[in-house]
């Protein structure tokens, strides 16, 4: 099956740096990859989502880049704020799934 | 609010008991998927439903079983529960189930067996 790795596990930034976090997948036929943000005791939240045939997306201050060939993908946040602080899971959906394997998410902490 | 609702927030039972996690999905979803979040394990796939057919089938215990209803609401039930089975567990739902779709998530259901 499908293998996430996902990293760093920790992230602390200043307020108004940049935060990028990285992910690799196995499954060469992976074609949909999201990114959810999950603060504390709730529930995961779709912040953005790219798909194989583009190699960037951007969402004002998040971006995401998929690189098919080395098989990772990033999430690029700028200008950060405190209220990006939260655990973030890069996903993937392999061939033949229609789930999601998860990668095992990003403590960020944006220091005020 | 994602539109997508679980019932209850919290449960707290002992080991051996056996439990009902309900969830609703977003208006016009016809798939529903289940997953466990556990601090060791992360988030972990474990069964989909589509329009009340099973579609797939991830790391689910064989004491735990799920099903849809003609309504679309599911439930997933755990038996003779272990104090690992404590998690937080989440439904998420898409419009067709399909490959490449969005999944919008639940508020989940925070479970702690004592």
């Known amino acids: 099956g499908e293998n996430v790795e996902q990293h760093p596990s920790t992230l602390s930034v200043q307020e108004g740096d940049s935060a990028v976090i990285k992910c690799t997948y196995s499954d060469s036929a992976s074609n949909y990859f999201p990114w959810y943000k999950q603060e504390l005791g709730k529930r995961p939240q779709l912040i953005i989502d790219?798909?194989?045939?583009?190699g960037e997306k951007k969402d004002q201050r998040i971006a995401v880049t998929l690189n098919k060939t080395a098989k990772h993908f990033s999430l690029h946040i700028t200008e950060t704020q405190p209220e990006d602080s939260a655990v973030y899971f890069c996903?993937?959906?392999?061939?033949?799934?229609?789930?999601?394997?998860f990668g095992t998410g990003t403590r960020l902490t944006v220091i005020p | 609010d994602s539109g997508v609702t679980q019932t209850p927030k919290h449960l707290i039972t002992a080991t051996g008991q056996r439990v009902t996690l309900r969830c609703s999905p977003r208006?016009?979803?016809?798939?529903v998927y289940w997953y466990q979040q556990s601090l060791d394990q992360g988030l972990q796939f474990l069964i989909q439903y589509y329009n009340g057919e099973e579609r797939a089938k991830g790391n689910i215990l064989e004491r735990f079983s799920a099903q849809q209803f003609p309504d679309l609401h599911s439930e997933l039930n755990l038996s003779s529960l272990e104090l690992g089975d404590s998690a937080l567990y989440f439904c998420?739902?898409?419009?067709?189930?399909?490959?490449?779709?969005?999944?919008?998530f639940g508020p989940g259901t925070r479970l702690l067996v004592l």
């Open positions: 790219i798909r194989s045939n583009v």
């Open positions: 998420a739902s898409s419009t067709s189930g399909t490959r490449g779709e969005t999944q919008y």
């Open positions: 996903a993937a959906n392999p061939t033949g799934a229609n789930n999601l394997f």
């Open positions: 208006s016009g979803d016809l798939s």
